[in-house]
């Protein structure tokens, strides 16, 4: 692909070579003449005098090297886009259909275009819409809804009744709707309190590795539309998550229902 094509492609002004054919993105220590990479922090812009790439997306043009530039006002996201030119989204290489080893409740709903592997689960009345991608060995459990184009990576446990957006992805290992941590106490004993919620993800959220959202003790724990989770981040029960909100691992994040602290 040439540079002005990626240019336009990643709403970028090009300044340098238009007919510079790239082949691929790399680092900026690391990248080829044929390839392109970005300067998102002018701190290492250092390496542009070393640098072998082809062409730069960054801010702004920098004087003194031969490269070509892309520049745009977030570097950074021009980069990402410029990623998808090259690269293909993960899995979409997936074709639709079920692996004769799954195990789909007779009553459970399964759209023709989903992909649904070796050793899945899919229990009494679930749904799971057009172009979704569930791994193997995902267990998906009773009256849960997964919206289209949804990613579930292998090992994945959803609990019963969760309700999942469009565009969501989950990775490897991630546990969806585990019971909130509630008990009560009498006479010495703790006793459980059943946790008879459930847990809502809205769209574009995605869910790292290893990963835990509790559901509600009552009513919903939220996780907010276009959210992004880090792997081994645990939600606990009745937490609700705005919109586009970024959660690391350093983060627990956990909120007591008003009826525990009254």
């Known amino acids: 692909m040439n540079l002005s094509q990626i240019a336009e492609q990643i709403g970028a002004k090009l300044f340098g070579d238009n007919n510079l054919e790239i082949s691929g993105v790399a680092s900026i220590e690391s990248a080829e003449p044929h390839q392109i990479t970005f300067l998102a922090n002018e701190k290492y812009s250092r390496h542009l005098a070393s640098s072998r ?68 689960r899919i229990g009494s009345g679930s749904t799971v819409d057009e172009d979704c991608k569930i791994m193997a060995n995902a267990v998906i459990g009773r009256n849960c809804t997964l919206g289209r184009n949804c990613l579930v990576y292998p090992n994945v446990t959803i609990y019963d009744d969760t309700v999942i957006g469009e565009n969501v992805t989950i990775h490897a290992g991630a546990v969806i709707g585990s019971d909130g941590y509630g008990y009560a106490q009498y006479q010495g004993v703790h006793y459980k309190v059943l946790q008879v919620g459930r847990v809502r993800i809205e769209d574009d959220v995605e869910i790292g590795a290893n990963t835990t959202i509790d559901r509600a003790a009552l009513g919903e724990t939220i996780i907010g539309r276009g959210t992004k989770i880090d792997n081994l981040v645990q939600v606990a029960h009745n937490v609700q998550i705005g919109k586009g909100s970024l959660l690391s691992r350093s983060q627990v994040f956990q909120a007591r229902p008003s009826w525990e602290t009254t």
């Open 53 to 120: 790439a082809g062409a730069v997306i960054a801010k702004q043009r920098f004087e003194g090297t031969d490269h070509s530039f892309l520049i745009h006002p977030e570097p950074y996201y021009a980069f990402a886009r410029c990623l998808r030119l090259f690269h293909a989204m993960p899995l979409s290489y997936l074709d639709s259909g079920a692996a004769t080893t799954a195990a789909i409740s007779p009553d459970a709903t399964v759209a023709p275009s989903a992909h649904i592997a070796e050793f899945v």
